[in-house]
């Protein structure tokens, strides 16, 4: 690929009125539509076009900031975690929340399994418990159990579910990553990481299964299928607040993690070395992804902005 693919300028998507901590592709649906999430600690969590970064629609009820949001691969649903002590799971066609589920700590992580119309919910935050909820009942309040207590020895900060619906990986603020097994309801493996946890994301530009993770100067990938199992770890001379995978072109994404680093950075994979920096934030970027056709990249940051990044060459969406 010529450098020359992404030296565009990004699409940059404004609304919301405080940090982006958070932002979460849907999968593809019919062909070659998808959606974007942006978690924001405006407590207004936004759904957009993947493609041109149109805003949809804005997800109203919380009552603090939200910390983290994902849609179901289908894009019908939406969860939030927020910091008034809540996750919410919501319906992205009328942006009804259809359940709330009360915690008695901050909420800084969802996720959904890799399914359409998911039934159940992960959640993890301040109360370091991994709790798993049931959607499926009519019952307004959810029935949960708790998945590892006394385990996580720090705030979960990312849940990720894996390929495989029994296996979940939580990112913790303890600087362990652990993959949890649903049926013994035990941990099957863990993997220690040198410095502060950013993000912690499973590839979407494929089905190898790769798990990204940001943590102190460095970025770590894992075999999401195989629990502990770490492919290779790559230390940077910055400090790094979030990564995303193309595994297909072999390139990953940096996000600097300070207001002196502002910048996105583009690396090779194989290679471990900077191949573009992309200014454009003006504070640090908290989360970044691929989208999932993998011609794009969005980044999320404390100035309040998403940006959409083009990742292919010729025309795409609204770069002519």
């Known amino acids: 690929m010529p450098g020359e693919t992404t030296k565009v300028v990004p699409l940059t998507c404004h609304g919301h009125s405080r940090p982006v901590p958070h932002i979460h592709f849907s999968s593809l649906v019919d062909e070659d539509q998808y959606y974007i999430i942006s978690a924001c600690k405006d407590g207004n969590p936004m759904l957009r076009d993947g ?7 804005t997800f109203l009820g919380h009552k603090g900031a939200v910390w983290q949001a994902r849609l179901s691969s289908d894009a019908s649903l939406a969860a ?14 009328t942006g009804e929340a259809l359940h709330t589920l009360s915690h008695n700590h901050i909420v800084r992580a969802v996720a959904f399994p890799n399914q359409p119309s998911p039934q159940i ?6 109360e370091k418990k991994l709790r798993i909820f049931d959607l499926s009942s009519a019952s307004s309040t959810p029935q949960s159990y708790e998945i590892g207590s006394g385990v996580h020895g720090g705030t979960i900060k990312s849940i990720v579910w894996t390929a495989d619906p029994n296996i979940v990986i939580t990112a913790a603020e ?3 990553i652990r993959w949890w097994d649903l049926r013994s309801q035990s941990s099957v493996g863990e993997y220690a990481v040198e410095g502060v946890v950013g993000t912690c994301e499973l590839d979407n530009t494929s089905s190898d299964g790769v798990l990204s993770v940001a943590a102190g100067n460095s970025v770590y990938f894992f075999n999401s299928k195989s629990p502990g199992s770490l492919v290779k770890s790559i230390k940077t001379p910055y400090e790094i607040a979030s990564v995303a995978l193309h595994s297909g072109q072999r390139k990953f994404v940096t996000g600097g993690s300070s207001q002196n680093d502002t910048w996105v950075r583009v690396w090779d994979f194989d290679e471990e070395k900077e191949l573009e920096t992309n200014k454009g934030h003006h504070g640090p970027i908290w989360s970044t ?3 999932p056709d993998a011609k794009l990249y969005a980044t999320g940051s404390e100035d309040g902005t998403v940006k959409l990044w083009k990742f292919t060459s010729g025309p795409y969406g609204l770069w002519r």
Do not use: E, R, Y
């Open 289 to 291: 992804s691929f989208s």
């Open 80 to 93: 939030t975690g927020s910091a008034d002590f809540s996750a919410k799971v919501w319906d992205t066609h």
């Open 51 to 57: 493609t041109t970064g149109d805003w949809i629609g």
């Open 121 to 126: 919910l992960a959640t993890g935050g301040m």
């Open 174 to 176: 303890d600087k362990k």
